[in-house]
């Protein structure tokens, strides 16, 4: 996979190997975690210095990428599509990690970089950790502001009001309590419980993630057979923080990862609710489902040496859902 050490990017596989624990994979934390903020003033963790304006913030991401994926739907949920630019990487990531290509959809327009890695060394001399997307970046600094994709989205909800955004909070006085609950134990039991159970080195390593993915997809079954979205009849951060991994689910985490007590096309609630989703305006043009198989068909720590790549299963997301007789439309 590769990981940068001192700003050089290397290969060595000892180097990059992925952290295990009693065969329990962890993740790396995110390690650039600067604010962008509406005035320039210090955000959450005390790093400010870089005001919401339009055109001067750029995100590198991959459509394949969950996490990725969050921050395309903030973009288009905020109508920051012409406010905010983009670079998508090539789908497949190579001993280069994330790369993109000369020309075209999977070129970087901003910096004309080939790897995401030599962004991370431009803008941070010294980097060591992972390169991994999404990444916002200041064009008017030249600099990584930020690497996390959860404070990624939180800025885009809640900072870009004079820079063009539209009004629709979805991190809302009064609900913060619960949103913050609903986004950990989600982000916890299946974001990357999922990840936890396709990597695990050990039986017992995968029987607990696992069981812990389906006893969260229970608990959101039973909790959406009541409303229409995660916290009533609105939607909140909560319910687009969890939509990458329903999208991903019956095309990659149900087989590649082993997740496979239950399609998400078994959820009478899940499955309508994530069409619903799926049918916000402009959402669509973010999901590619195929992109996902070959993607995570591709993951050499799968074990899926030959590289082969299912044609199934077929999955449509246009279906009608019936959501709205829940509540009003959000």
């Known amino acids: ?11 060595d596989e000892e180097a990059s190997a992925l952290k295990f624990a009693d065969g329990r994979w962890q993740r790396d ?3 650039i975690r600067h604010w962008v903020t509406a005035d320039g003033s210090p955000g959450p963790t005390g790093e400010g210095g870089f005001k919401a304006e339009a055109g001067r ?11 990725a994926h969050r921050t395309l739907i903030f973009r288009v949920l905020k109508d920051l599509g012409d406010k905010i630019s983009v670079s998508i990487a090539l789908p497949r990531r190579s ?9 075209g959809e999977y070129s970087d327009g901003c910096l004309g970089k080939h790897a995401l890695w030599e962004v991370y060394a431009e803008t ?13 970046y200041d064009k008017e600094t030249g600099r990584v502001v ?35 609950a609903l986004n950990e134990r989600i982000y916890t039991d ?63 985490y149900h087989y590649a990862f082993k997740c496979n007590l239950r399609r998400l096309m078994d959820y009478p609630n899940l499955w309508p609710y994530t069409r619903d989703l799926y049918q916000s305006p402009g959402i669509s043009r973010t999901v590619k489902p ?38 009003a439309s959000a």
């Open 1 to 11: 996979m590769g990981v940068m050490i001192d700003g050089k990017w290397t290969t």
């Open 29 to 31: 934390a995110s390690v």
């Open 57 to 67: 913030y750029h995100l590198f991401v991959a459509y394949g990428c969950p996490w």
């Open 95 to 103: 001993d280069q990690g994330w790369i993109f290509d000369t020309e």
């Open 124 to 136: 941070h001399p010294g980097y060591t950790g992972r390169v991994t997307v999404p990444v916002l």
């Open 146 to 180: 930020n690497n996390e994709s959860s404070d990624i989205i939180r800025m885009l909800n809640g900072a870009f009001g004079e820079a063009g955004a539209n009004g629709y909070d979805f991190y809302p006085e009064g609900l913060e309590p619960e949103i913050d």
């Open 190 to 252: 299946l974001n990357n419980g999922v990840y936890r159970a396709g990597f695990a080195r050990t039986q017992d390593a995968y029987e607990e993630a696992f069981d812990q993915v389906f006893e969260t997809l229970d608990f959101l079954e039973d909790r959406l057979e009541r409303q229409r979205y995660l916290c009533g009849d609105r939607q909140t951060e909560a319910d687009w923080r969890l939509f990458p991994t329903l999208a991903r689910f019956d095309v990659a």
């Open 290 to 327: 195929d992109l996902y198989k070959h993607g995570y068909f591709s993951i050499s720590e799968l074990r899926n040496p030959l590289g082969i790549v299912p044609k199934g299963p077929l999955v449509d997301f246009t279906v009608p859902h019936d959501r709205k007789r829940l509540a």
